[in-house]
């Protein structure tokens, strides 16, 4: 089954994925008529800094999701058929317990704050032939939409590859001095040996 898969080594925080998202899940569906409407139409997915790495959040559609187990409502659901966890707007009485147990932080308030909003996995694109906006959206192809299994080959072969370069790299570096901060470090290190 295909899915959306983060490679975050690289997401650049452009923030393509929410805009094109944002886009997806507009009344137009098009950027220049989605500016003016109102409400404006949200993102389902947002890209958190971490230190070092961005990371594009978004619903992984759990297989036991959390989300659809807490709803009183059953204003969230699992479709058999795609796998994806699905909000239904009309049934949610704005509890938000959803939000609460979400373990990634990937369901939102609604524009008016009175409604759980989450990624849909762009069902109606898939209905069309198209992949998700946010993995066709991205640039750097730090998320992407494939099958998990040419997902996890492409990622040992990009392992294998990195490991490869890494060991190159140092056959081919000759030793150096330490640095300033290395030796002091160093000295730190005996003075507390004693």
């Known amino acids: 089954m295909k899915k959306v898969a983060l490679?975050?080594?690289?997401?650049?925080?452009?923030?393509?994925?929410?805009?094109?998202?944002s886009i997806a899940h507009s009344r137009s569906g098009d950027l220049y008529s989605a500016i003016f409407e109102s409400p404006p139409s949200l993102s389902r997915i947002r890209v958190s800094w971490t230190p070092g790495l961005n990371v594009p959040v978004r619903c992984v559609h759990c297989e036991n999701a959390p989300c659809v187990a807490a709803c009183p409502v059953g204003a969230i659901t699992q479709d058999g058929r795609t796998g994806t966890v699905q909000t239904m707007e009309e049934r949610c009485i704005g509890c938000f317990t959803c939000v609460l147990v979400c373990p990634y932080g990937a369901v939102r308030l609604s524009y008016d704050r009175k409604k759980a909003c989450k990624c849909d996995g762009c069902r109606d694109r898939l209905g069309r032939g198209l992949e998700p906006a946010c993995a066709s959206g991205c640039p750097t192809n730090a998320l992407s939409y494939a099958d998990f299994d040419d997902i996890v080959q492409a990622k040992i072969s990009e392992a294998a590859a990195r490991e490869a370069a890494a060991q190159a790299r140092a056959d081919r570096v000759a030793p150096r001095e330490p640095s300033s901060l290395e030796r002091i470090l160093e000295m730190r290190k005996e003075i507390a040996r004693g």
């Open 7 to 21: 490679d975050p080594l690289k997401c650049t925080a452009c923030r393509t994925c929410e805009l094109q998202c």
